[in-house]
């Protein structure tokens, strides 16, 4: 048995034909191609999966792929071809945040996803909006100082701008 399911991915409009048991994750590296979604644990603790979901942060693998119909979507290919997070980007590249690069889409997101919220986050507060992704060759510290670093800039760029 398969199920029709409509949602909008990266400002895209999709429509699948997908197994009941497919996950978020596998309909969008498998159907869709979008391989920045990346599969680490498939149990939702490594954050290596992390797609926006309605504008939230949600672990693809554990999400059913029907779950996500009628909603929007939003992968790094998405958040990367419209260059929201460009200037992330390039603080993970010049503060060597991001080494194997295995987990540095989940952190990309999880960093973007936190300075929507709260565009001066402290240092602590960083640490625990990475709480739910793993990254086994920084020691997140080089990560805290580009996601950091990104938020004193953006808010010095408003700044100018007012």
Do not use: W
Not at 38 to 61: I, N, Y
Not at 87 to 113: H, I, K, P, V, W
Not at 144 to 157: C, E, L, P
Request: proline share 3%; aromatic share 4%.
């Amino acid at each position: 048995m398969k199920a029709e399911i409509k949602l909008t991915v990266n400002g895209e409009p999709v429509q699948e034909v997908v197994a009941p048991r497919t996950t978020l994750a596998d309909m969008l590296r498998d159907d869709l191609r979008l391989t920045g979604t990346h599969l680490g644990c498939e149990m939702g603790s490594c954050g290596a999966c992390l797609v926006m979901l309605d504008g939230a942060p949600v672990h693809a693998c554990l999400v059913l792929a029907v779950q996500a119909s009628g909603h929007t979507v939003e992968t790094i290919e998405g958040l990367n071809a419209r260059k929201e997070i460009a200037d992330l980007q390039r603080e993970f590249y010049e503060r060597n945040a991001l080494q194997c690069g295995f987990c540095t889409n989940g952190m990309l997101m999880s960093a973007q996803s936190l300075l929507s919220d709260n565009p001066s986050p402290t240092r602590d507060e960083i640490r625990e909006a990475l709480s739910g992704n793993y990254c086994r060759c920084t020691g997140y510290e080089a990560i805290v100082d580009a996601i950091s670093a990104t938020a004193k800039q953006r808010k010095a760029r408003l700044g100018e701008v007012q």
